[in-house]
C-alpha cells in the first residue's frame, strides 16, 4: 500500500513537471505553427501567459535571432483576452524565418511575474532546403533587355496638354497685360485742360465774393480759395504746375516765362500777384490776421491779374465783377 501511494505522487509529480509550468495561478504556454518549412518561409510562434488580472508578468525580451539560424522577422502586439472575474490570457506571436537548412532546437522562452521565473517547452523548427530537379534542364539564360514600345498616343497626349497650358499662360499674360493698360488708362489723372481758362477763372472768382466767406470769419478757406484758382489759371493759361510749386516757385516760373510777351506791365502784374501769395501763406500757415482792407484787395487783384494775362483773342470787355473791383480800388 506504501509503495502505491509512493508510485502515484511519483506520477503525479511526473505530470506536473511534463504540464507547461504552473505555479500559482500563472501559466505559461509557447506554441509554434508549423514544425517543418522551406528555406525563406516564416513560421509563427505563440507565447501565451495565463495569469491573474492583478499579476504583473514580464515577457521574454527578444533579440533578432533565436539561435540555429532561427532570424526574427517581426512581433506582434500583445492580446489579452478575459477568462473571468480573476483571470486573464495574454499572447503575442513572433514571426520567425531560417534560410539554412538545419533542425533548429528554440530555447524555453523565460517569464517573470512577482520575482519568480516561468519557463515554457522547448520548441523545435525543421528547416528544408528547395530542391531542384536538374534533370528536367529547364533552368533558363537571363533574357535580354527590352526597350519599351513607344507610346505614340501618351506622346501626343503629352504633347497637347503642354500646348493647351502654353497657350493659356500666354492668353493670361496678354488678359494681364491689357488689364493693366485699361486699369493705367482709366486711374490715370488726365489733365484736361478748360476750353477757356480765363472765363472759368472769372466764374469762380465771383462765386467766391457772392458767398461773403472772409465776412463769415472763415479767412484761411477765403485765402485758400482765392489763390487756387490763381494756381489753376496759371497752369492752364501759362503750362506752369503751380499747385505742386510753392509761392516763390511760381513767381519765378513766371518772371522766366516768355508768355508775357513784350509787356511793360509783366513786372507790375508779378508784384501784385506776388503780395497775394505772401499775404495768403501768412494767413493759412502763420495763423495772421489780416486788415479788412486786405480781405477786400486780394480778390480785387487776382481780377487784375487774370484780366491783364488774358489771352489776346478774350474779349477785351471785363465783367461786372472785374469793374465794380477796381472802382472800388
Known amino acids: 500500500m506504501f509503495l502505491s501511494n ?186 484736361v485742360v478748360p476750353e477757356n481758362p480765363y472765363l472759368l477763372a472769372i466764374r469762380k472768382l465771383d462765386e467766391i465774393k457772392s458767398e461773403k466767406v472772409w465776412q463769415k470769419g472763415l479767412l484761411k478757406r477765403y485765402y485758400t480759395d482765392v489763390t487756387d484758382v490763381l494756381r489753376e489759371y496759371v497752369k492752364f493759361r501759362f503750362g506752369i504746375d503751380a499747385p505742386e510749386m510753392t509761392s516763390d516757385q511760381i513767381l519765378s516760373s513766371l518772371a522766366l516765362n516768355e508768355t508775357f510777351g513784350g509787356s511793360v506791365e509783366k513786372d507790375a502784374i508779378i508784384g501784385n500777384l506776388s503780395e497775394v501769395l505772401r499775404i495768403a501763406d501768412l494767413v493759412k500757415f502763420a495763423k495772421w490776421q489780416p486788415s479788412f482792407s486786405d480781405n477786400d484787395r486780394i480778390i480785387a487783384v487776382a481780377y487784375d491779374f487774370i484780366e491783364k494775362t488774358k489771352p489776346v483773342e478774350e474779349a477785351s470787355g471785363k465783367s461786372d465783377s472785374v469793374k465794380q473791383e477796381n472802382q472800388e480800388q
Open 6 to 191: 509512493k508510485k502515484i505522487a511519483i506520477f503525479i509529480i511526473g505530470i506536473l513537471a511534463g504540464l507547461n509550468v504552473y505555479a500559482g495561478q500563472v501559466v505559461v504556454k509557447a506554441s509554434i505553427d508549423s514544425a517543418k518549412i522551406k528555406i525563406g518561409e516564416q513560421a509563427r510562434i505563440t507565447l501565451t501567459v495565463t495569469k491573474g488580472k492583478n499579476d504583473n508578468v514580464i515577457f521574454p525580451a527578444y533579440t533578432d535571432t533565436l539561435g540555429d539560424g532561427i532570424e526574427v522577422v517581426g512581433i506582434t502586439n500583445r492580446d489579452t483576452t478575459e477568462l473571468d472575474d480573476e483571470m486573464e490570457s495574454v499572447s503575442q506571436q513572433i514571426v520567425v524565418t531560417s534560410f539554412d537548412s538545419t533542425l533548429a532546437l528554440i530555447k524555453p522562452f523565460v517569464f517573470t511575474c512577482n520575482g519568480d521565473s516561468f519557463l515554457t517547452e522547448e520548441l523545435s523548427l525543421k528547416v528544408d532546403p528547395v530542391h531542384v530537379d536538374t534533370l528536367k534542364n529547364d533552368l533558363k539564360d537571363i533574357k535580354p533587355i527590352y526597350d519599351a514600345p513607344v507610346d505614340w498616343r501618351g506622346i501626343l497626349l503629352t504633347i497637347l496638354l503642354v500646348a493647351v497650358v502654353i497657350a493659356a499662360v500666354v492668353g493670361l499674360w496678354f488678359l494681364y497685360r491689357k488689364y493693366r493698360k485699361k486699369k493705367a488708362e482709366t486711374t490715370e489723372e488726365k489733365e
